[in-house]
């Protein structure tokens, strides 16, 4: 779907939440993604969007975080969940309570009212709330059905940022709850059997996969892109 290169990129991971003062070439690259994915589901009324990674420090969380932004500049109205319930980290990425939140929903701590953040951004988030011990039946369950839901009733776009779908199986388990599937690749992080690794078990979870976010990605040369496409992805893209 996209690429955003080592030049794209501020050197802390914190300047990259898009923001006033993010560059214009990264602002750019997440509109890229944003059209890319509208084309991808144009007939669905709100679309459930999952972000993973075959495994950690690949940038999905931001990838996750800056599509929620960059759809509600569009005019989208947007609601970021964060179901990364071992790791999560946007909260902190955006300087809300982690709680309560998603868990604290899921088992009827709080209601609805009660865990959502209206962000300066523009967008809606659900933190992840209280860490519970059992990640992966959390949002398997039944009442994470009911959420999504709910949330497909009042919103044109539910981005939820899913752990990494080659350490738990946590993403595996929403796979079927979601309209498609981003799959973040950091370069020089993730390889090329551990990304053909969690195609497999998305796939095998009836998860539709709609293309890839390769980050972090070094051009040293004028034709980087259809090189490194053809190098790591051609292989890949058949996949889906």
């Not at 040369?221 to 292989?235: I, L, V």
């Amino acid at each position: 779907m996209s690429i955003f290169s080592k030049k794209n990129h501020p050197k802390r991971e914190k300047d990259l939440i898009m923001t006033k003062d993010v560059p214009f070439s990264v602002e750019e690259a997440y509109k890229s993604l944003r059209t890319n994915l509208i084309f991808s589901l144009p007939e669905d009324k709100c679309k459930v969007i999952e972000i993973t990674s075959s495994t950690q420090n690949e940038g999905k969380s931001v990838t996750a975080v800056n599509l929620a932004i960059s759809l509600a500049k569009n005019g989208e109205k947007v609601i970021l969940i964060d179901c990364d319930l071992r790791l999560s980290t946007v909260a902190r990425k955006l300087k809300i309570k982690q709680k309560p939140g998603l868990t604290d929903l899921l088992f009827g701590l709080n209601s609805a009212l009660d865990v959502i953040c209206h962000h300066p951004s523009g967008i809606d988030v659900i933190p992840a709330g209280n860490i519970p011990p059992n990640p992966s039946e959390t949002l398997g369950s039944s009442r994470m059905t009911t959420v999504l839901e709910f949330m497909k009733e009042h919103y044109d776009f539910v981005i939820l940022d899913a752990p990494p779908v080659g350490i738990v199986t946590d993403a595996a388990v929403l796979a079927p709850k979601v309209s498609g599937i981003i799959l973040v690749v950091r370069q020089g992080i993730a390889r090329y059997e551990e990304v053909d690794a969690a195609i497999n078990k998305l796939k095998l979870a009836h998860g539709n996969i709609l293309g890839f976010v390769l980050t972090d990605a070094h051009i040293d040369a004028k034709n980087y892109t259809a090189r490194e496409k053809k190098t790591f992805f051609s292989s890949l893209k058949d996949r889906i």
